[in-house]
C-alpha cells in the first residue's frame, strides 16, 4: 500500500495500493484501488478511482 490513513471517527482504516490495477493490455491502466476495514467489524471494503486526466 501507498498510503494508509483512519477517518477522523476512527471507526474505519483506509488504504490505497501502490500499483493501478493490472491490465493485460497496457504497462499502466487509469484506475486505483482503494480498500476500507471497518475496525470494530473487520468488513472490508473495495473503490476504484479513476484518474480522469490519464483519459
Same mark, same amino acid.
Given at each position: 500500500? #501507498?498510503?494508509?490513513?483512519?477517518? &477522523?471517527?476512527?471507526?474505519? $482504516?483506509?488504504?490505497?495500493?501502490? +500499483? +493501478?490495477?493490472?491490465?493485460?493490455?497496457?504497462?499502466?491502466?487509469?484506475?486505483?484501488? $482503494?480498500? *476500507?476495514?471497518?475496525?470494530?467489524? +473487520? #468488513? *472490508?471494503?473495495?473503490?476504484? &478511482?479513476?484518474?480522469?486526466?490519464?483519459?
Amino acid at each position: 500500500m #501507498e498510503g494508509l490513513t483512519i477517518t &477522523y471517527d476512527e471507526t474505519t $482504516l483506509v488504504g490505497s495500493m501502490q +500499483s +493501478s490495477l493490472d491490465n493485460p493490455r497496457k504497462n499502466s491502466t487509469i484506475v486505483t484501488r $482503494l480498500v *476500507t476495514v471497518n475496525i470494530a467489524t +473487520s #468488513e *472490508t471494503s473495495q473503490y476504484l &478511482y479513476i484518474d480522469k486526466k490519464k483519459l
